[in-house]
């Protein structure tokens, strides 16, 4: 039995790996077996999935606007000089 | 000249003021040597942020296969305890971390001011060459394999400090703007 369930039942650490290896690669039938049976089963885990793919969206959207009103102006004119110095 | 804009940019990008000094004096370098390349397609600002961005990238690509010892140091004792702080023994959510439910909604929080304070906050709160491999996923949103090729990282490993990363970002970001 005990080897049953470590075989066919994933634990909470492993569901959520699992999830983040799904965004880089495709996962094996079995994984996503597993990770469906495991998701329908655990509320917890479902949270962490949303929450998962909430912060890619906000990490993705962070790194990629070009949006100059997020980041501070700052005037460096040491740095303008030494540029200039260079040529 | 947009030597402030494009080092606004790189030290929003590298959180280091020397690196970001660097890479825009390089990026100038670069633009002068190929100016002959530049051909008046696109405005001169987009090619010099054009630049500017393949060597934010080399960065991170560089800053994560070597990073500094103490950098080396912290993320390594973060291999040891980073799982265990939010799993049991057995891989169950330990009481305490279970992650509760938040109100979502991208869009709004990326226009507030105070909550990207608290994601700056948090990311620089992550080993930096975590913080790397973040940047390098979502910065250009290549493939993983092609990634782990640059990081000469195995995918196992990737998709490890990725997980890592991503789970004391959601704890960061619950105690730091969901709960207070």
Redesign the interface.
């Known amino acids: 039995m005990r080897k049953f369930m470590n075989r066919w039942i994933l634990s909470c650490k492993k569901a959520t790996e699992l999830m983040e290896k799904r965004l880089l690669m495709d996962l094996s039938w079995k994984e996503r077996l597993l990770l469906f049976m495991h998701t329908s089963m655990c509320d917890v885990c479902r949270i962490y999935k949303q929450q998962s793919k909430w912060l890619d969206e906000v990490l993705f959207r962070h790194f990629n606007d070009q949006n100059d009103k997020k980041i501070t102006f700052i005037e460096n004119d040491d740095l303008k000089k030494r540029i200039i110095s260079n040529f | 000249?947009y030597?402030?804009?494009l080092?606004?940019?790189a030290?929003?990008k590298t959180s280091s003021k020397e690196t970001a000094?660097d890479l825009?004096?390089e990026t100038?370098?670069a633009a002068?040597q190929n100016f002959g390349k530049f051909k008046g397609e696109s405005n001169s600002k987009t090619w010099l942020?054009a630049i500017l961005n393949n060597k934010i990238s080399d960065y991170h690509r560089n800053h994560y296969c070597n990073p500094t010892i103490a950098e080396r140091k912290q993320s390594e004792s973060w291999k040891d305890v980073s799982?265990d702080v939010?799993?049991d023994s057995?891989?169950?959510?330990r009481e305490d971390q279970?992650?509760?439910?938040?109100p979502?909604g991208?869009e709004e929080?990326?226009d507030n001011?105070e909550f990207?304070r608290v994601?700056l906050h948090c990311m620089g709160k992550l080993p930096a060459n975590w913080c790397s491999a973040?940047?390098l996923?979502?910065?250009e949103?290549k493939?993983?394999?092609i990634i782990c090729q640059e990081l000469d990282l195995s995918?196992t490993n990737?998709?490890?400090i990725?997980?890592r990363a991503?789970?004391q970002?959601?704890k960061c970001?619950e105690i730091n703007w969901f709960k207070s």
């Open positions: 000249m030597a402030d804009n080092y606004s940019w030290l929003f000094e825009v004096q100038f370098m002068f942020f799982n939010f799993f057995i891989g169950q959510w279970r992650p509760f439910d938040w979502l991208a929080y990326l001011d990207n994601l973040l940047q996923k979502y910065l949103e493939k993983g394999e995918p990737f998709w490890q990725l997980h991503k789970l970002l959601r970001l």
